[in-house]
T-cell receptor, first 114, second 112 residues
């Protein structure tokens, strides 16, 4: 069975500071994708960043970067220079090449304070 | 503009009254899927479709039906809704074997 675990239900950070959200996963597949999605109060699901498992280099998108540790099955999200607009629920998700199915964690609610 | 469109965005209804949530995508994607989001549980897959006339169950299919008669549309049908189906529903689509999935804006269903 494939699982995604987010052990931090809630986190907070001050504006301009850095915060790291944790995610661990389990899969027996070799080829898969990992994602972080952001869900602001508008409830849209917005893709933040994506990592392909065969790529060793950690993905980066502007202020967002990941620490992908394949052997440890860990996929954390680092948000640098946090902004008020980063306040949202963040979901970690896993998808195998073969099935396209997204398996989500339970989410981490991030609050950015001024 | 590439998008996944769900309707309605909000619906309050009563137990047992059949309802349909529509989903349409304009990206010619083969893969479409429905998820429900509940507090503390994240998003869970209800049904998915890999192409026209091909559908299969996800993790929580009980009480739901789907159809895929056209590539762009993937409606979610609740034949006899019950209060435990009160939830936030998302439709998503993508190319096969390719990510990311594109999500609709969600449908908030309340079954009284």
């Amino acid at each position: 069975a494939q699982t995604v675990t987010q052990s931090q239900p809630e986190m907070s950070v001050q504006e301009a500071e850095t915060v790291t959200l944790s995610c661990t996963y389990d899969t027996s597949e070799n080829n898969y994708y990992l994602f972080w999605y952001k869900q602001p109060p508008s409830r849209q699901m917005i893709l933040v960043i994506r990592q392909e498992a065969y790529k060793q280099q950690n993905a980066t998108e502007n202020r967002f970067s990941v620490n992908f540790q394949k052997a440890a099955k860990s996929f954390s999200l680092k948000i640098s220079d946090s902004q008020l607009g980063d306040t949202a629920m963040y979901f970690c998700a896993l998808s195998n090449y073969n099935t396209d199915k997204l398996i989500f964690g339970t989410g981490t609610r991030l609050q950015v304070f001024p | 503009e590439a998008q996944v469109t769900q309707n309605p965005r909000y619906l309050i209804t009563v137990t047992g009254k059949k309802l349909t949530v529509t989903c349409s995508q304009n990206m010619n994607h083969e893969y479409m899927s429905w998820y429900r989001q509940d507090p503390g549980l994240g998003l869970r897959q209800i049904y998915y479709s890999m192409n026209v006339e091909v559908t299969d169950k996800g993790d929580v299919p009980e009480g739901y039906k789907v159809s895929r008669k056209e590539k762009r549309n993937f409606p979610l049908i609740l034949e006899s809704p019950s209060p435990n189906q009160t939830s936030l529903y998302f439709c998503a689509s993508s190319d096969r074997g390719s990510q990311p999935q594109h999500f609709g804006d969600g449908t908030r269903l309340s079954i009284l």
